[in-house]
């Protein structure tokens, strides 16, 4: 190759990644102006000092952070440990991880289930799964509302049956934010299960059977190690948004069962404290991004190496 | 006869499987029925009636806020899936460049960023907006709901795109088409299913979106779903299942054209 042919070579690939470039800005830009751009107001707003009527006022100030973990007594001015946000904080963290064990149990026999159909059958089973998913999250939290309040038909079936002779309080509880979550993401938990499941060679188990594993070991042995990939994906996907959840604990949890969205929300109230907000908002971006991070890590590798 | 050792059958895995479909299932199908009750309770049925959705129908509220929500989704799918297809054309089918696995991260982020936080952050940026300039419009929710809607509708334009082969718009390119003739006539039909899938998905994505809007919006710009939040917090009647269900049925009539579309994607390679 000639001096100058290299030349309009390399030429031709720089306008080629200059028109790539240009072709993506839209998008590009789109997400920066209103998506992610914005957080790093959030960033700047976290180090402000709170304005006396909402909002911010333009000075450094490490009071929103401070007040994440600690309060200053208005008095004595003592500093203790901000209970009230560490324990919705840990709360939060507590019903995403229960929620997403829970999706694990009742998600990994259904993935397994419809993995072991006819591949013609397996489509139809795939589509009941994912159309709950695209209900409206308030239409399917309507739903369990109407399912466990004192009227509702859990209470009424299980007093038919004489199980209980006036009705649980079930709604308003940790109990239905927990049922609540484990029903809309249910579905984040089966899709990418069965997509690991689909892969299992079947000829590994049929190995196992074959060297007298029982079904058990033949589980524990071959099938869960041999999906781990899966079983990460699926529980990263039901944590991060489990822990965020604001629309759930909103209509299933009643006032005092507050999540850390909700609690953000309160932040930006009238006369609430803004850079406080901004700074749980920035906590739980932190969370997430290491959640993501670990799953980018571990559940990047599919197939568990049995190509 | 001994019944056959089948290898692919896990004891109890069905029990599960089907306790997990009917767990999906009881509350929506409730839901759906209570929608039918004549009487004034979602939990005693009193017998057959349609007045609930007369009710529903009859309710300027509930019909604006729809027609407000329609309209959102429309403009912000349409916007979303342009900037998402020509973003899908420039990071797929090509060698590794710098900036690619950025922009492939960029894109993706809505995704990742808890939506209540996203929420926050437009409501402090938009309330100066809002200051500065007095425009208080749809813009400022139709600008959010197209920004989370580029991811959804990246995902299925992409993988399109990268079953498309390159070498019939290299051919058009060897015969002196145009760049833009060669989108226009070979890479614009090939990729139709996908960006109308992409579309679809986008469309379905901000019909449901809440989060974002409840925070985004100005007074008076109720979105059905925003509009539901609301209701919620009182004592519901009949009416609420009325309007879940048409919901419903209409979040199924796209997502089922979604599904055969996507599956005519697969077909086609």
């Given at each position: 190759m000639t001096e100058r042919t290299k030349q309009a070579a390399s030429a031709a690939q720089r306008q080629e990644i200059t028109s790539r470039w240009l072709l993506s800005t839209p998008a590009l830009a789109l997400i920066a102006i209103a998506s992610v751009g914005p957080l790093l107001i959030v960033l700047v707003y976290s180090v402000l000092a709170p304005g006396s009527y909402g909002d911010v006022k333009w000075e450094f100030s490490g009071q929103g952070w401070f007040n994440v973990f600690f309060s200053r007594d208005i008095f004595d001015d003592t500093v203790s440990l901000a209970d009230a946000h560490v324990t919705i904080l840990w709360r939060s963290a507590r019903l995403a991880v229960i929620t997403t064990v829970l999706c694990l149990i009742v998600g990994f026999p259904t993935a397994y289930f419809i993995a072991s159909r006819a591949p013609h059958n397996r489509s139809i089973w795939l589509f009941l799964i994912t159309i709950p998913f695209w209900t409206n999250m308030l239409i399917r939290g309507f739903a369990i509302q109407e399912m466990i309040r004192n009227e509702g038909l859990a209470n009424t079936i299980l007093m038919k049956l004489g199980v209980i002779s006036a009705p649980i309080?079930?709604?308003?509880t940790d109990f239905a934010i927990l049922l609540g979550m484990v029903y809309v993401h249910l579905p984040l938990m089966v899709l990418p299960l069965y997509a690991s499941l689909e892969k299992l060679d079947f000829r590994l188990v049929e190995a196992g059977y074959d060297l007298y594993a029982t079904r058990l070991k033949v589980l524990w042995r071959i099938i869960i190690p041999l999906v781990k990939p899966g079983i990460i994906a699926g529980s990263i996907l039901v944590f991060i948004p489990a822990l965020s959840s604001y629309v759930i604990p909103r209509i299933l949890g009643g006032g005092k069962n507050l999540m850390v969205g909700n609690l953000i929300e309160l932040q930006f109230g009238q006369g609430r404290n803004w850079p406080l907000g901004a700074a749980l908002s920035i906590t739980l971006v932190i969370i997430v991004l290491f959640a993501m991070l670990y799953y980018v890590k571990n559940a990047g590798k599919t197939g568990g190496g049995h190509a | 006869m001994r019944k056959r050792f089948d290898i692919r059958v896990q004891p109890g895995f069905a029990t599960i499987a089907m306790f997990c479909f009917f767990l999906l299932y009881v509350p929506i199908f409730t839901l759906v029925v209570y929608a039918f009750n004549s009487g004034i309770s979602i939990a005693r049925w009193e017998g057959f009636s349609f007045r609930w959705f007369v009710a529903a129908w009859n309710n300027n509220l509930v019909i604006e806020a729809a027609i407000r929500s329609v309209q959102i989704a429309a403009i912000a799918a349409v916007i979303a899936t342009a900037a998402a297809t020509l973003a899908a054309i420039a990071t797929t089918r090509t060698a590794g460049y710098r900036g690619l696995t950025f922009k492939y991260s960029f894109i993706n982020m809505p995704l990742m960023v808890p939506e209540i936080v996203t929420a926050v952050a437009l409501l402090i940026l938009f309330s100066r907006i809002k200051v500065w300039t007095g425009y208080s419009g749809l813009g400022y929710l139709i600008l959010a709901h197209t920004a989370f809607c580029i991811p959804f509708a990246y995902l299925p334009i992409r993988a399109r795109l990268e079953n498309m082969d390159l070498a019939l718009e290299r051919a058009a390119a060897d015969l002196y088409a145009t760049p833009f003739k060669v989108f226009r006539y070979i890479t614009l039909p090939l990729l139709w299913p996908g960006i109308l899938a992409g579309m679809m998905l986008a469309f379905v994505i901000s019909l449901d979106d809440i989060v974002i809007t409840e925070f985004v919006k100005?007074?008076?710009?109720?979105t059905l779903p925003t509009y539901m939040l609301g209701q919620l917090r009182r004592a519901v009647t009949p009416e609420m299942n009325a309007i879940s269900t048409v919901f419903l049925l209409l979040s199924l009539a796209i997502v089922t054209i979604f599904f055969f579309l996507s599956r005519s994607n697969e077909k086609s390679d």
């Open positions: 309080q079930m709604l308003y | 100005s007074a008076g710009q109720e």
